[in-house]
């Protein structure tokens, strides 16, 4: 694991990479992430366990064992925080008359608790998603994914002050078709999202280069 120092000045030929301690876990990969703000670091959700990664001096602290922590967090399940608390959509399993329920996991790393949030309305078991928050609209945006083997071309908002899911025009453009395991990162003081890469097709794997 690394991270990029946009502190000083650097060029796309010598960037100014620093290689992260381990966190010592044999974590999996794809997991669900998340940035809380620089003095409570970074939270990573790796078998069942939530670390948080100290920025300023480089080390990791165990915080909790997550019961209900859906066990393919393994499988591009992705997690964005709105600087205090942690969600991962469709990633809390609960059961419910013997059937598995999957909702979203609210986690708040201060108290280390956990809750499912329903996902009516939003992306209900889907993966290889991105999640999104943006500060101006105080939204989590989650774009794309697939279940099975069929992709998701709409993009979703979740409201955590009303814990409310809306529906924002589908990808239906040629120029942006439908994606799973694509990359997303908000820009312009959270006024835009910008889609990086990913798969057009679940099946053959199709990798997409536009931006």
């Known amino acids: 694991t690394f991270s990029i120092d946009l502190s000083s000045s650097w060029d796309i030929n010598a960037p100014t990479f620093k290689l992260l301690s381990s966190v010592n876990s044999s974590p999996e ?8 703000s620089e003095q409570a670091g970074w939270v990573v959700f790796s078998n069942y366990r939530a670390f948080r990664y100290n920025f300023h001096f480089d080390t990791w602290s165990a915080l909790n064992v997550l019961a209900n922590l859906f066990p393919i967090a393994s499988l591009a399940l992705n997690g964005a925080s709105d600087g205090k608390t942690v969600f991962v959509p469709n990633g809390y399993l609960t059961s419910n008359g013997g059937q598995n329920v999957t909702s979203m996991m ?26 999104t928050w943006s500060t101006y609209l105080k939204k989590f945006v989650i774009i794309g994914g697939h279940q099975s083997n069929t992709l998701s071309s709409i993009i979703y908002t979740f409201d955590p002050a009303t814990s409310t899911w809306s529906v924002i025009n589908p990808m239906n453009n040629p120029a942006t078709p439908a994606r ?10 959270g006024t835009r999202i910008v889609v990086m890469g990913g798969f057009t097709n679940v099946v053959t794997n199709p990798v997409t280069s536009d931006l």
């Open 29 to 36: 990969y794809q997991v669900p992430s998340a940035p809380i």
């Open 106 to 131: 609210q986690y708040g790393p201060v108290l280390g608790t956990t809750s499912g949030i329903s996902m009516a309305g939003g992306p209900v078991d889907h993966v290889g998603s991105t999640v």
């Open 180 to 189: 799973t395991f694509h990359c997303a990162a908000a820009a312009a003081s």
